[in-house]
């Protein structure tokens, strides 16, 4: 477990991405997603809980992942829970809204998905483009639900190291690119590190193509997060109790190392 900034939240070093419980199209994984079914589903929350994971990662554009979260996790309190708003997908289409209208909007339909009264992480699901001027009345709308308690903590998953560091300013949390084959976010990381901020890592797995033919391997994608100060937690997206296992043993080893042999 690693203190998650200064949002006075622990999550586990692993946490789990959802996309592909909800949706199919739109991934840029290297096979094709079908939807696991509740069993896999559930096996894998309690391979997950059995390693000490404790963070969840949705949003509504993941499909039906949310709704799917809300219907199996009956121990809530156990779990952190981030969620995001701005973007919807909708037959193979993303569409982006971040007006603050729109963030209460989203916010009410996902705390009725997830069968939750709050959220722990609200974050920006940036387009790219919001990134280079955070518009003034969505910052305060994030603010505002983070004092009304509907959510504990707010950022961004950002796409650019440029937005990462103007998010400094008001994020609690941010969620950035680091693999073997992407270093360019590392500035921002010790910088959010020094200001207290947290962060989370996406596609440490590079996107599934971890472990392929002249790719790095698993060991290699996960040790450049988990050895980088100021990394508080991995999100990767599984539908593989399996696959979290042995996600989870390796990265034991590399803490209990201290490198990646």
Same mark, same amino acid.
């Given at each position: 477990?690693?203190?998650?900034?200064?949002?006075?939240?622990?999550?586990?070093?692993?946490?789990?991405?959802?996309?592909?419980?909800?949706?199919?199209?739109?991934?840029?994984?290297?096979?094709?997603?079908?939807?696991?079914?509740?069993?896999?589903?559930?096996?894998?929350?309690?391979? #997950?809980? !059995?390693?000490?994971?404790? =963070?969840?990662? /949705?949003?509504?554009?993941?499909?039906?992942? $949310?709704?799917?979260?809300? &219907?199996?996790?009956?121990?809530?309190?156990?779990?952190?829970?981030?969620?995001?708003?701005?973007?919807?997908?909708?037959?193979?289409?993303?569409?982006?809204?971040?007006?603050?209208?729109?963030?209460?909007?989203?916010?009410?339909?996902?705390?009725?998905?997830?069968?939750?009264?709050?959220?722990?992480?609200?974050?920006?699901?940036?387009?790219?483009?919001?990134?280079?001027?955070?518009?003034?009345?969505?910052?305060?709308?994030?603010?505002?639900?983070?004092?009304?308690?509907?959510?504990?903590?707010?950022?961004?998953?950002?796409?650019?190291?440029?937005?990462?560091?103007? #998010?400094? !300013?008001?994020?609690?949390? =941010?969620?950035? /690119?680091?693999?073997?084959?992407?270093?360019? $976010?590392?500035?921002?990381? &010790?910088?959010?590190?020094?200001?207290?901020?947290?962060?989370?890592?996406?596609?440490?797995?590079?996107?599934?193509?971890?472990?392929?033919?002249?790719?790095?391997?698993?060991?290699?994608?996960?040790?450049?997060?988990?050895?980088?100060?100021?990394?508080?937690?991995?999100?990767?997206?599984?539908?593989?109790?399996?696959?979290?296992?042995?996600?989870?043993?390796?990265?034991?080893?590399?803490?209990?190392?201290?490198?990646?042999?």
């Amino acid at each position: 477990m690693r203190e998650l900034g200064k949002t006075g939240l622990s999550v586990s070093v692993l946490g789990l991405g959802t996309v592909k419980w909800g949706r199919t199209l739109g991934l840029k994984y290297p096979t094709p997603v079908t939807l696991p079914d509740d069993d896999e589903l559930n096996r894998l929350l309690r391979v #997950a809980r !059995d390693h000490g994971m404790n =963070l969840i990662d /949705t949003a509504p554009a993941y499909g039906i992942a $949310e709704e799917r979260i809300g &219907r199996l996790i009956d121990d809530r309190e156990s779990w952190v829970i981030a969620t995001k708003f701005g973007e919807q997908f909708t037959e193979g289409v993303s569409r982006f809204d971040f007006s603050s209208r729109a963030l209460r909007e989203s916010l009410d339909a996902s705390l009725r998905r997830l069968r939750t009264d709050r959220v722990d992480l609200l974050l920006v699901h940036s387009d790219g483009q919001v990134e280079h001027r955070f518009p003034h009345d969505l910052i305060e709308a994030l603010m505002k639900e983070r004092d009304a308690g509907r959510v504990r903590a707010i950022g961004i998953s950002s796409k650019t190291k440029e937005g990462g560091f103007a #998010a400094l !300013d008001w994020a609690d949390v =941010l969620m950035v /690119t680091l693999n073997p084959e992407y270093r360019e $976010e590392v500035e921002l990381i &010790r910088e959010a590190s020094r200001r207290g901020v947290g962060i989370l890592v996406k596609k440490a797995l590079l996107s599934g193509h971890g472990g392929g033919t002249a790719r790095p391997s698993i060991r290699e994608c996960l040790a450049t997060s988990l050895l980088e100060p100021g990394v508080s937690s991995i999100v990767i997206g599984s539908v593989s109790s399996t696959n979290v296992e042995n996600n989870a043993r390796i990265a034991d080893d590399i803490l209990a190392r201290g490198d990646a042999p």
